[in-house]
């Protein structure tokens, strides 16, 4: 028994490639339902072949290996209509080396120039930033330089709590 042509016309994608492959689950009540391939071969499926997924309150039917690729179904989607049909269909393919859109390639000759000036620059900036990390790791520190990351660091927290830079100026001419 194959699938009717008003059938074929309702069926949902879910594949790859258009040959007549086709799905037909028909709910009967609520816990048996039949599937049928396009082979017209009809496999009655019982509660046994569904669970309940506590997270999204969705029970999923287990159906039979099949031409479509599906392993489950929404029994929800049952509700409404006790009949899904599911067609294969053909997807577009994209070769995996194909060049992507960049969007610096919307972008005018004057605007590319300048995103790569500043790439070139964050570049350079990243390169001194990873030099000095480095000297700064084999580099033990003096007592001048300590006392210095820690005057630093103190100037820090006291702008960070609101106080201005004459004001720190004033407190160190102070001490």
């Known amino acids: 028994m194959t699938l009717s042509d008003s059938e074929i016309k309702g069926a949902i994608p879910c594949g790859l490639e258009r040959h007549n492959k086709m799905l037909k689950i028909t709910k009967i009540d609520a816990n048996n339902f039949t599937f049928q391939e396009n082979d017209g071969e009809i496999v009655t499926l019982t509660r046994k072949d569904t669970y309940y997924e506590k997270k999204t309150g969705i029970t999923w039917l287990r159906i039979p290996a099949n031409s479509c690729n599906r ?7 049952l509700e409404d209509d006790p009949v899904m049909i599911i067609e294969k269909v053909k997807t577009p393919y994209v070769a995996s080396d194909a060049p992507k859109a960049k969007l610096i390639d919307f972008l005018t000759d004057d605007e590319r120039s300048n995103v790569e000036r500043a790439q070139a620059y964050i570049d350079e900036m990243m390169t001194v930033a990873k030099k000095r990390r480095e000297e700064a790791r084999t580099k033990p520190l003096t007592e001048k330089e ?26 160190l001419a102070r001490n």
């Open 71 to 77: 392993k489950v179904i929404n029994t929800n989607k």
């Open 146 to 171: 300590k006392a210095q990351k820690k005057l630093d660091k103190a100037i820090n927290e006291l702008k960070s709590l609101g106080m201005s830079e004459d004001e720190i100026q004033a407190l």
